[in-house]
């Protein structure tokens, strides 16, 4: 058995150099500085941050035994199950998860300070997976026998619940074997089940799955972030990739020859530890020089006379061919949203407050179309979830509050267009905003929410006109026709509203991934609005007429679709599939007018004319792609 963990500038393992001995070694130049002899077997491996304590669980219930660093004293702490999870924060306080979480004082004798959960209870989860968040608390995984999870946060003083966030990904019930890993930002965690062939990115301010990483044919054994984007991933055939949080892969390296059972970044490199008891030290740059030559664009949005692309230094503009007319500064931090109406392009982009919390801030540049020039550039605290350009050049934004005050949460900032200050609005309150557009006067805004519901906000924007539950699950998308509205839910369901009243006329239901739950479903409308697309992740397309709500047509696709998009009274659309693969597609029977190849994973979709069609992939790539109708085929 090979156990890893890390602390300081030194990395610990059990077994590494083929016995059992804890070894400590240096992560510069993997010297042993520290050799302690254990008779095991052992599971479960833990060390303070400045490496000067041990701790490990053994496979059985023969306790967990613990060491100061450099010396031959050990304590051993009787326990009556089997460490699942340990974690060192300091040299006096040990944190175990053996189907319950217990907080140990370590001096001046060990002693149990608080429990939580009932391994022995049939009808509470038996708890095997956890982490220390960036507050120091611990959060841990509860699965229950139907699948559903959350992920609890308990106070480390006196492991008092704090927060609960409901995954929308489904678990199997008492999983012995997984990888649950936080983000260094703390928003976010990485899940890998023993017997599932990928990794789930999870966004811990709702729970919803943000991005499915393959697990490319092989187990998934081992998983570590670098940053907020970027996880390094371990498998069973000895390979590490380096994947970026779109689903990009940027690099891979034949680290280890047996399976990759452990993975420490550590400055330029990363140290990896194989089931056969080595230890390896790769520079990522390794892993990396895959991307070097890419031109990193990060998010594209188009418009009749041109496209809009925000790249890692800059906002640009291009002409409708494709001809760069001129840059801008862009906003510090991950890109969140673009809009392009035509007049003004706006980006908001989002990032952490500080190294060492959990608070975001964002800033929305707005530039203007014709030369370039900066109109405004507006600071605002919390996490932008989608922009709304409005008529005379305002701008909605619909965020995701700091958590400090959520009864205070002023969820929707409005930027007027005339560069004045932002206005922040206590509109819906608490609630996960998914998507954001106009409503029929005198009412302002339509939200979608993360809880299923649609608020309806008038030209009082401190509080909702009116609110219904839409769906069983979050609506991930509002397209508003007249006085009809068009929502799309997780729960796989379509419903057609009245706009004004929210009164249900008539709705339908399309075909549901049966095991990814929580999506992400890709739509679009076409056919001037009369007619949706969506696929639910899956390697099919349904077109359905809104009118009659029926579905119209089915289409078979290469992989599952990853974005659907239709340009303004055209009588086509185009779907990006799983393997780079994007389709054109007749609008009237979904029959197959050409494709284009263009690999990677293709994450926008964007027009600048009818049949001129730009693609972004996760690598950084945009594809020019053109619709010839006389010859009915694509050029890319």
Known sequence: MVALAHGSDRIVSLGGRGDDDVVTSGLDDGAPSAVVGFDGPAQRLAVTPDGSSIAIGRTTDDGITLWRNGTAVATTIATPRAAQWLALPDASTLFVVDGELSRWDLEPTPTRRWTVGDADAVDEPYLRHAFVTVDGDIAVLRVRDDGSATIDVHRATDGGQVAS???????????????LVPAPGGRRCAWASANAGGVSLIDLDDGHTFAQLSGDGASITALAWIDDERVLIGSNDGRVRLVDADGGVLGAVQAQIAAVIGIVPHATTMVSAGADGMLACHALEELVDARAAVPAVRAIA??????????????VQLDAEGTRRWSAERPAGDIAAIVDDGELVSVAASQRASSSGIAMTSTVVRVELGDGNLRDRTEIDGAVRALLAEPGGGLAIALSPNPSAPQDARPLVLLPSDRGEAAYHRAWGPGLPHVLVDALAPERYLVGLADGRIVAIGPELDCPARA????????????????????????????????RTGERRRGFSFTRHPKRRE?????????????????????QLE????????????????????????????????????GGMVLALAGDDARVLGAWECGGVIRQLAYTAQRLLYARSTTGQVHGLRLEPARHRLDG
Do not use: M, Y
Not at 486 to 493: H, K, P, Y
Not at 524 to 538: E, K, N, T
Not at 544 to 568: K, N
């Open 165 to 179: 966030v409901q995954l929308a990904l489904a678990l199997a019930p008492n999983q012995p074997e997984g990888l």
């Open 543 to 578: 077109l359905f007429e809104l009118e009659r709500a029926e579905l119209r047509a089915t289409a078979p696709l290469p992989g599952a679709a990853l974005v659907i998009a239709a340009a303004p009274g055209a009588d086509w659309l185009a779907v990006a599939c799983e």
């Open 302 to 315: 188009g418009h009749e006379s041109g496209l809009s692309l925000v790249t890692d230094d800059a906002v």
């Open 468 to 499: 219904w539950k839409a769906h069983g699950a979050g609506v991930v998308a509002l397209h508003r026709s007249g006085d009809e509205l068009l929502s799309i839910g997780l729960d796989a369901e379509a419903v057609i509203w009245d706009a």
């Open 519 to 539: 999506g992400p479903i890709a739509h679009s409308l076409f056919d001037r609005g009369r007619a949706v697309a969506i696929s639910f992740r899956l390697p």
